[in-house]
């Protein structure tokens, strides 16, 4: 039987199974059991900024979304897998739930974000967060609550 | 409390997680959460902290386990109240 473990925001980061193209997120800047804050810069030459929009790039919506997913939900998922199930955690994949995102600015290809989430709850594997995610000048570009849970696949 | 004030509470928490609202209309005892109502799994989670919530109860990860039907809903908070 595997040691529960308490793994380092270091540790988290490249457990974190997404990988270019669809990996949003660069650095894991805080992570405890309440609280994760990830940082991402979005690289222009990212495939779908051709098509949204032609001439007029801008972040998609639900990239953002995972993005936020991807600084939130998933580290969570990820060092509570470790503590709670440590057994299994290495097969555990967090899978989006459920999200409900007001959006208020755009992300332009280039820029820089920071998304803060709070833990809401962590019960049955499932993770919920209150999640921000703002650029570096403090502009809030979406926030809301979003939920996941680890899936052994 | 009476078991079908205790239903009636239950029935409201998971309207919102509802797909097949028919269904719920005829919801009973014997109504299966996720096969009839067409909760989705995930959400059994949120329904289970919001009975906490509204009944002032804890209820354990394994209990969850035993909720299959309305009725299990009802059974399980009448046990915990």
């Not at chain 1, 457990?15 to 309440?34: A, G, M, S």
Request: hydrophobic fraction near 40%.
């Amino acid at each position: 039987m595997a040691d529960s473990r308490l793994l380092t925001r270091q540790e988290v980061l490249p457990l974190i199974p997404q990988r270019y193209p669809f990996r949003f997120v660069d650095e894991i800047l805080e992570l405890t059991d309440e609280r994760v804050v990830g940082r991402y810069s979005w690289d222009p030459e990212l495939d779908f900024y051709k098509g949204h929009f032609p001439g007029n790039p801008v972040t998609p919506g639900v990239v953002l979304i995972e993005c936020m997913g991807q600084c939130g939900v998933v580290p969570l998922g990820i060092y509570f897998g470790y503590r709670d199930h440590p057994d299994d955690a290495e097969k555990l994949t967090t899978f989006f739930t459920d999200a409900a995102v007001d959006f208020s600015n755009v992300v332009l290809p280039g820029q820089t974000v920071t998304v803060e989430s709070t833990l809401v709850f962590y019960r049955r594997r499932k993770v919920q967060v209150d999640s921000e995610m703002k650029l570096d000048d403090g502009t809030i570009v979406c926030s809301g609550k979003l939920a996941g849970m680890g899936v052994t696949l | 409390m009476e078991a079908t004030e205790i239903q009636e509470r239950v029935i409201k928490i998971l309207t919102p997680y509802v797909k097949d609202q028919a269904a719920l209309a005829s919801a009973g005892p014997e109504t299966n959460i996720l096969e009839d109502l067409k909760v989705n799994s995930a959400r059994l989670v949120d329904v289970v902290l919001a009975f906490e919530d509204e009944f002032d109860i804890e209820i354990a990860d394994e209990d969850v386990d035993t909720v299959n039907l309305v009725g299990d809903c009802v059974t399980l908070i009448g046990q915990k109240l």
